[in-house]
T-cell receptor, first 115, second 112 residues
Framework: AQTVTQSQPEMSVQEAETVTLSCTYD???????LFWYKQPPSRQMILVIR??????QNATENRFSVNFQKAAKSFSLKISDSQLGDAAMYFC????????????FGEGTQLTVNP | NAGVTQTPKFRVLKTGQSMTLLCAQD?????MYWYRQDPGMGLRLIHY???????AKGEVPDGYNVSRLKKQNFLLGLESAAPSQTSVYFC???????????FGEGSRLTVL
């Protein structure tokens, strides 16, 4: 079974600065998908960014980008020019292409943005 | 286009009572999932379905049952609620393997 680990329960960043959230995963599969989801206090799960394992190029989405290291099984999220609205719980998730294509989540990182 | 809708949003039960959570999606998605979220543990998969009439166990299925009689609906049942089932429950759906999951707003269940 796949596992996802987020080693930083809490992180903080100053407004307009850059922060990187870490994520590692364990799998024996060669094809899969990785995601970062954001959960603000409203509790809604919001997709931040998606990465296909077969793509070497790192995904970017406006101020959000990832550093995908397939051999190291690492998938970190970089938030540039942090804004107060970025404050939320961030979850890293792994999606297998087998076993019902389930999504496995890490424990989450609580990000605080200081003005 | 409502996306993924969960009902009810909040519910308080007494130990031993039963209830059903309803998840409805209007996006014609094949895959549907039920997760529970507890503090410090992320989201854990309870049951899932890869199509109408199919269901399968996830990571934490004990104490729950599910049904997918219609493609757009995925029901999660608790036959005899226990305090350990106090949690926030999320339903999610997806069109295909490569796509992200779309989540409902969550349902907070408290079992006294």
């Amino acid at each position: 079974a796949q596992t996802v680990t987020q080693s930083q329960p809490e992180m903080s960043v100053q407004e307009a600065e850059t922060v990187t959230l870490s994520c590692t995963y364990d799998t024996s599969e060669s094809d899969y998908y990785l995601f970062w989801y954001k959960q603000p206090p409203s509790r809604q799960m919001i997709l931040v960014i998606r990465q296909e394992a077969y793509k070497q190029q790192n995904a970017t989405e406006n101020r959000f980008s990832v550093n995908f290291q397939k051999a190291a099984k690492s998938f970190s999220l970089k938030i540039s020019d942090s804004q107060l609205g970025d404050a939320a719980m961030y979850f890293c998730a792994y999606r297998t292409i087998t076993s019902g294509s389930r999504l496995t989540f890490g424990e989450g990182t609580q990000l605080t943005v200081n003005p | 286009n409502a996306g993924v809708t969960q009902t009810p949003k909040f519910r308080v039960l007494k130990t031993g009572q039963s209830m059903t959570l309803l998840c409805a999606q209007d996006m014609n998605h094949e895959y549907m999932y039920w997760y529970r979220q507890d503090p410090g543990m992320g989201l854990r998969l309870i049951h899932y379905s890869v199509g109408e009439g199919t269901t399968a166990k996830g990571e934490v299925p004990d104490g729950y049952n599910v049904s997918r009689l219609k493609k757009q609906n995925f029901l999660l049942g608790l036959e005899s609620a226990a305090p350990s089932q106090t949690s926030v429950y999320f339903c999610a759906s997806s069109y295909g393997l490569a796509r992200e999951l779309f989540f409902g707003e969550g349902s907070r269940l408290t079992v006294l």
